[in-house]
C-alpha cells in the first residue's frame, strides 16, 4: 500500500467512493478528500499542558491515514479549563513551539491541520485536573458529583481574553483552522443553554445575553486579525436530550452570527455528560447525521457529519444521501490506521474494524491512559506498525 497521504484519485479501485475520495473546499482551504479526522483527546501531555512527542507522533499518524483535515482533540484555553492534568493548553506564547512542531508534522503529510479549543466547564473534575469547577450558574454533574462555582463578571472577561489569545497563538502556530467545541456540555455550551446558564446578568437570560460571551471573543480577536474567523470551525450540539438543551433550530442564531464573521465549517455532535446514554442511543440509530443535514438546510458553511462512522462505505452513505460535506471518524482510525488507504486500493475486506470497546476513551478509565485494544491499531509509544509498502493485513 503505498505510504503517500494524499490519495491520487486516478488509482481509486472502488468507484462506489468516488464522492468520499472528492476535492472539498474549507474556507480558505482545499482538502483533498471528504474525510475528517475527528478530535481524539488522548490526554499525553506533559502535566503542564505541553506537546509531546507521543502526541506529535499520534497525530502525524492520523495524518498519514489520509484523512483530508486532521482535527486535533480539546485543547485547553486556560489554567482550569482542561478535563484532566495532562491535556494540552494553547494560548501563552511558551506552547507555540510544540504547538508549531504538531502542527508541522500534520500537514507536512499533505493533510489539513485543525486545532479545537475548549474550556471544560461546569462538567470539570478537580480530582482529575487539580483545578477549580467553574461554570455559568451552579451545575454538578451526576456522574462527578461536584458543584460548579458561578463565574464572576471579571472571571468571564478573563476567559474570553482566553479563548481570543488561543485563536490568534494557533493560527500564528501555523493550524490551518482553530475548532471552538461548543458541544458535550462545555463551557461555551453552556452559556448558550438555559439548561446550564440560569444567570439574571447581561450574560443570561435571552438569547442575545446568552450569545455574548461570543460577540465578546469576537471583537477581541478581530483587534488583532479581521480575517481570523475565516479560519474557524465550530462543533454544536444537535440535541442535549434534556429539557433546556441546544437542538439544531436552537442554534440559529449563532450560526447566522459566526457565519457574518466567516466561519469555515460546522461539525454536528451531540449531548452532556449526563445524557451519555441517549447520545450513543442516538448516535448508532443514525440521529447524528439527521441533525446534521438540518444543519445543511441553512447553514452556509460545509457541515461536517460524524458519530460512528466505521468505513469509507458508510461515509459515502451520507455523502450521497446528502446529509454531509464531509464526514468524520475517529475510532476506525485507531484500530486500523490504514481504514482509508484499504478500502481506496479495494482492499476492504483487510480492514480491521473498531470493536467499539471504548478503550481508546481515557476519561472512562481510572488510570486516564489512552489505548487501542486491536494488536494492530495505533499504540503509544509503540512503533510495530507503519504506514509503509503494501499492508498484508
Not at 470539570?124 to 485536573?129: D, E, F, I, K, R
Not at 452570527?257 to 451531540?270: D, L, N, P, R
Not at 490506521?337 to 478500502?343: C, D, T
Request: net charge negative; glycine share 10%; with cysteine.
Amino acid at each position: 500500500m503505498p505510504a503517500q497521504s494524499v490519495l491520487n484519485t486516478t488509482e481509486l479501485v472502488d468507484k462506489t467512493l468516488s464522492e468520499v475520495f472528492t476535492p472539498v473546499q474549507i474556507g480558505q482551504h482545499l482538502s483533498t478528500n471528504r474525510i475528517v479526522c475527528s478530535p481524539i483527546s488522548i490526554n499525553l501531555a506533559d502535566d503542564q499542558g505541553f506537546v509531546t512527542d507521543e502526541i506529535i507522533s499520534f497525530y502525524e499518524t492520523m495524518g498519514k491515514s489520509g484523512a483530508g483535515l486532521v482535527t486535533i482533540g480539546a485543547t485547553s484555553v486556560s489554567p482550569e479549563g482542561g478535563s484532566t492534568a495532562n491535556g494540552m493548553k494553547v494560548g501563552p506564547a511558551k506552547f507555540e513551539p510544540g504547538l508549531r512542531r504538531l502542527a508541522s508534522a500534520v500537514t507536512d503529510t499533505g493533510a489539513l491541520c485543525s486545532l479545537q479549543i475548549f474550556h471544560v466547564g461546569a462538567q470539570g473534575n478537580t480530582a482529575y485536573s487539580g483545578q477549580p469547577v467553574l461554570g455559568p450558574s451552579p451545575y454538578t454533574c451526576p456522574d462527578i458529583g461536584i458543584e460548579a462555582r458561578e463565574l464572576t463578571i471579571l472571571e468571564i472577561e478573563r476567559i474570553e481574553d482566553d479563548f481570543a489569545a488561543a485563536i490568534i497563538s494557533a493560527h500564528r502556530a501555523g493550524f490551518d483552522f482553530v475548532e471552538l467545541h461548543l458541544g458535550h456540555g462545555y463551557l461555551l455550551h453552556e452559556f448558550l443553554a438555559p439548561f446550564f446558564n440560569r444567570r439574571a446578568d447581561e450574560y443570561g437570560g435571552s438569547v442575545e445575553n446568552r450569545m455574548r460571551i461570543f460577540h465578546n471573543i469576537v471583537a477581541k480577536v478581530k483587534l488583532h486579525d479581521a480575517m481570523a474567523f475565516t479560519r474557524v470551525g465550530l462543533r454544536i450540539s444537535g440535541n442535549d436530550y434534556v429539557d433546556g438543551g441546544m437542538a439544531i433550530e436552537a442554534n440559529r442564531p449563532l450560526v447566522e452570527f459566526m457565519e457574518s464573521q466567516g466561519a469555515a465549517y460546522w461539525v454536528v455532535s451531540a449531548g452532556i455528560y449526563e445524557t451519555a446514554p441517549q447520545k450513543y442511543e442516538n448516535m448508532k440509530n443514525g440521529n447524528y447525521y439527521r441533525y446534521a443535514e438540518q444543519l445543511k438546510s441553512y447553514a452556509e458553511s460545509v457541515v461536517i457529519a460524524q458519530g460512528g462512522v466505521r468505513d469509507a462505505a458508510a461515509a459515502a452513505i451520507i455523502l450521497n444521501n446528502g446529509q454531509g460535506d464531509l464526514v468524520g471518524m475517529a475510532q476506525a482510525l485507531i484500530a486500523d490506521p490504514n481504514v482509508l488507504k484499504k478500502a481506496f486500493y479495494g482492499q476492504a475486506e483487510k480492514i480491521l474494524p473498531c470493536v467499539e470497546c471504548g478503550r481508546c476513551r481515557y476519561i472512562k478509565r481510572k488510570d486516564l491512559m489512552f489505548d487501542c485494544v486491536r494488536p494492530e491499531g495505533y499504540h503509544p509509544s509503540h512503533s510495530k506498525w507503519k504506514l509503509t509498502g503494501r499492508a498484508s493485513s
